[in-house]
């Protein structure tokens, strides 16, 4: 714990808070938190530059709780306090989840409410009627249901954030969010979170924020070098296959690893490629419903799958894929619409929370520097170490330098070190890469496309209610399972030894541990084991020197 930083239970804040904190495992404030917190609860208006895994949605969910509880000390009356302004669902949930922890010990005094879901104005109105204290939502359900006066905010609305500020307006929601904001009193607290500060956020800043105190904070876009290591390496199309084939087949890569590409179609070509590995691995796409998107992060999380594959929001504007080639050009223009405003509400990798992400594989370079830190803002995050590792082609190499430069001008500490890998080492493995790769052809990719999108429809709507009664059942809903559209050939799920680098052959085992068992078996070679000894001592530890003592009767004689 660093002596220097402001404590929690230095900020004033209700016991019941700090229960919440301390029981979350907290044991101090990330450096967002401990400044953003004290001017918050002296009433100030913020806007913080803050990005996701820095700690940012307790930074304004903390003030806003406290102000509720001191609140309602004085004024009994249930009414609708503060509001949650979010660009996805998914992000929307998160907070949700987020507040209702820090709320947990206060629960009935601080009700919170997400209505960024799907579901019909209908149907969350009763929720509305009941009036949380806290609403969280995008901007087009917000306005939605104030236009149907579900929920009234005129006389009573205390708090504001708009969290991911940047993405608000990227995802088209600044007319909803300026309609929306004629339904809010004169005078309320506001916080404004982003990853960036774009014009459009200083627009926003004027016509939000009062006298706001502005947190740059220093270094604040990624975490140190300490923390985060990151690398870079040159190599071209298929060096990038055969590295990723190799990284992860030997696992050279251990822990949990998102792996980022740049459109929706490489997802899958990666996909298929790995699959004829039997590398299984998950794809997050926007087209996905978003049950399916919110379970496969959830199972992440639970430690269900080893890869994810995504695109960021950059590949939100690529023209929708699956839908297109199905139904023809005909429609295509129709479904371009349709497609591109339910990725503006969905976005897939930014506000999702993915939790303890050991590392970040570029496998296609980020287009922008924010897309860059966005996505290598997943890995490393609260106290946690990470590693982000970019593939880098030619063509690429101008965006890493705007990268790096960009870097270099927020924190020295951040520059990327080049990966030492040698390529000329694995060149072994090129001929199964490139005979994998010949199978995931262009049309393997858009059946495997479409393919899977029927599956997570079905396995969304038809299996919801199912689900619904019977919730363990979801755990054996796998979304990492075999597309199969392209041929797979069993001989290349092994890799003989003779292929393994001579410098890798000591670190890796590129046997299963079934098949390196029965190998072992059949050689007679004696395996050592570092099992307990059957009194349940570990031998290596319990070891005494006895200086022959059963030989001569005598200890230390000899
Ligand atoms: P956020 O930036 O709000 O998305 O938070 C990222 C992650 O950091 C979440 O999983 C939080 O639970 C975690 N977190 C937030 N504040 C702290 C803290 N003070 N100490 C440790 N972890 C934290």
Redesign the pocket.
């Known amino acids: 714990m660093d002596a220097e930083r402001l404590q929690?239970h230095e900020m004033g804040l209700d016991d019941r808070l700090l229960k919440a904190?301390a029981d979350?495992?907290?044991?101090?404030?990330?450096l967002?938190?401990e400044k953003a917190i004290p001017l918050a609860l002296e009433g100030k208006d913020l806007l913080a530059r803050?990005?996701?895994?820095?700690?940012?949605?307790?930074?304004y969910?903390i003030p806003v709780i406290q102000r509720i509880l001191t609140s309602k000390q004085s004024v009994r009356e249930q009414d609708v306090r503060a509001l949650v302004l979010v660009p996805t669902k998914e992000l929307g949930q998160?907070v949700q989840n987020?507040m209702r922890?820090l709320a947990a010990f206060c629960s009935r005094d601080v009700r919170v409410a997400d209505i960024s879901g799907k579901a019909d104005l209908s149907a969350q109105r009763p929720i509305l009627m009941e009036k949380p204290d806290v609403v969280v939502g995008t901007p087009s359900r917000v306005l939605a249901h104030l236009n149907a006066q579900n929920l009234v905010l005129h006389s009573t609305l205390e708090m504001l954030v708009v969290d991911e500020a940047d993405l608000l307006f990227s995802f088209g929601f600044e007319a909803d969010l300026k309609n929306l904001l004629c339904h809010l009193p004169k005078i309320y607290q506001s916080f404004l979170m982003s990853a960036t500060f774009t014009e459009d956020v200083q627009a926003l800043k004027e016509l939000l924020l009062h006298n706001p105190v502005i947190l740059k904070l220093q270094g604040s876009q990624l975490p140190g070098g300490s923390q985060l290591q990151q690398y870079s390496i040159k190599c071209e199309e298929e060096d990038k296959f055969l590295l990723i084939y190799t990284l992860l087949r030997l696992r050279l890569v251990q822990g949990k690893t998102l792996v980022f590409v740049g459109a929706v179609d490489r997802c899958y070509r990666l996909k298929l490629f790995l699959e004829q590995f039997s590398i299984p691995a998950c794809v997050l796409n926007s087209e996905l419903p978003v049950q399916s998107r919110c379970h496969i992060i959830t199972q992440f999380n639970q430690g269900f799958y080893d890869y994810i594959i995504a695109t960021d929001e950059q590949s939100l504007s690529a023209p929708a894929g699956a839908a297109q080639t199905s139904e023809g050009k005909g429609k295509r223009k129709a479904t371009e619409k349709e497609a591109k405003s339910k990725d503006k509400e969905y976005g897939v990798s930014r506000g999702v929370?993915f939790?303890n992400v050991s590392n970040v594989i570029n496998f296609d370079f980020p287009t922008t520097v924010d897309s860059y830190i966005h996505r290598v803002g997943r890995t490393a995050?609260?106290?946690n170490p990470g590693t982000a590792l970019s593939f880098v082609s030619s063509t690429e190499t101008a965006l890493l330098t705007e990268v790096e430069e960009a870097l270099m001008g927020d924190n020295a500490d951040c520059v990327l070190k080049p990966y030492q890998f040698k390529m000329e080492e694995i060149e072994g493995f090129r001929y199964r890469c490139r005979d994998a790769m010949r199978s995931v052809t262009k049309q393997a990719v858009r059946e495997a496309r479409l393919k899977e999108i029927k599956q997570e429809l079905l396995n969304s709507e038809k299996l919801k209610t199912y689900f619904e009664d019977n919730p363990r059942d979801l755990q054996l809903l796998r979304h990492d399972k075999d597309l199969h559209p392209a041929v797979v050939k069993p001989h290349l799920k092994n890799v003989p030894e003779y292929l393994v680098p001579e410098t890798l052959r000591s670190v890796v085992n590129p046997l299963s541990a079934r098949r390196k068992l029965r190998k072992e078996k059949q050689e007679g070679v004696a395996k050592p084991s570092f099992k307990k000894n059957v009194l349940g001592k570990n031998p290596l530890k319990s070891f005494r020197y006895t200086g022959g003592r059963n030989r001569k009767g005598k200890a230390g004689q000899s």
């Open positions: 929690f904190v979350l495992g907290w044991s101090q404030p990330t967002i938190q803050a990005r996701t895994g820095s700690g940012k949605t307790a930074a969910a998160q987020m922890k929370d939790q995050r609260a106290d």
